[in-house]
Antibody, heavy 131, light 112 residues
C-alpha cells in the first residue's frame, strides 16, 4: 500500500525550530519528487515547496514566505523526507502535509506529461507556533 | 487573496450537476499550465481528483470531470451524492511567483 506518514509536529515558541519527517512506503521513493503543503486552521491549502529526486538534480523550490527559513532534505536510504523549520512565526501554524508530486507516476515511474499534481498525501502533522 | 479564484461555495440537490470554476491569469492557466483538482472531505487530507486538466486517477468516479479553456478551468460533478459534500481546490503553476505552485482558495460544496 502506498503510504506517507508525517511526524514531528508540536507546539513551539516564536523564533523556535522544528523538524518534520515523512516516512514513505509502497513506492520507489528514490525516484519520487516530494512536496510539502500546509493548511492553516480554517484556511485553504498553501504550497510550501518541493524537492526533486536526486536523479533529477535533487533541487528545491520554496514559496516566498518560507524561503530562507525552511529547508527540505531527503534520505533515500530511509525513504524519508524532512522539513527543517527555523525562525518559526505564528503564521506558520498549520497542518503540514507531505505529498508526492508529479510528473512521474509513483507506481510505474512513467512520465505523465504534466507537472506538479500531488497524487499521494499523508494525513498531516500539526505545527502550532505560540508563546 | 488567492492567485486562482474559486467561488467560496456552491450547492446542489442529490442527482443534480454542479460546476466549480477556477479563474487564473496569463501567468498560470492562461500560459498553458495544467490544472489539477483536489477534494478534501471534512477532517481529512486532500485527495487528487483530476490531474492534467481532465484526467481521473484510478478509483475516481466518472461523475467527476475537468476541463480547461483560456485562463479558466472547471470541475463538473454530475449525479450529486451526499458524500460529495467537501471542499474542492484547483491548483496550477505560476511562472511569476517564487515557489510557483498555486492553489485556489477552495470551494465548499453543500449537498442540499
Amino acid at each position: 500500500e502506498v503510504q506517507l506518514v508525517e511526524s514531528g509536529g508540536g507546539l513551539v515558541k516564536p523564533g523556535g525550530s522544528l523538524r518534520l519527517s515523512c516516512a514513505a512506503s509502497g513506492f520507489t521513493f528514490i525516484n519520487a519528487w516530494m512536496s510539502w503543503v500546509r493548511q492553516a486552521p480554517g484556511k485553504g491549502l498553501e504550497w510550501v515547496g518541493r524537492i526533486k529526486s536526486k536523479t533529477d538534480g535533487g533541487t528545491t523550490d520554496y514559496t516566498a514566505p518560507v524561503k530562507g527559513r525552511f529547508t527540505f532534505s531527503r534520505d533515500d536510504s530511509k525513504k524519508t523526507l524532512y522539513l527543517q523549520m527555523n525562525s518559526l512565526k505564528a503564521e506558520d501554524t498549520a497542518v503540514y502535509y507531505c505529498t508526492t508530486v508529479g510528473p512521474y507516476d509513483i507506481l510505474t515511474g512513467y512520465y505523465m506529461g504534466y507537472y506538479y499534481y500531488m497524487d499521494v498525501w499523508g494525513k498531516g502533522t500539526t505545527v502550532t507556533v505560540s508563546s | 487573496q488567492s492567485v486562482l479564484t474559486q467561488p467560496p461555495s456552491v450547492s446542489g440537490a442529490p442527482g443534480q450537476r454542479v460546476t466549480i470554476s477556477c479563474t487564473g491569469s496569463s501567468s498560470n492557466i492562461g500560459a498553458g499550465y495544467d490544472v489539477h483538482w483536489y477534494q478534501q472531505l471534512p477532517g481529512t487530507a486532500p485527495k487528487l481528483l483530476i490531474s492534467g486538466n481532465s484526467n481521473r486517477p484510478s478509483g475516481v468516479p466518472d461523475r467527476f470531470s475537468g476541463s480547461k479553456s483560456g485562463t479558466s478551468a472547471s470541475l463538473a460533478i454530475t449525479g450529486l451524492q451526499a458524500e460529495d459534500e467537501a471542499d474542492y481546490y484547483c491548483q496550477s503553476y505560476d511562472n511569476s511567483l517564487s515557489g510557483h505552485v498555486v492553489f485556489g482558495g477552495g470551494t465548499k460544496l453543500t449537498v442540499l
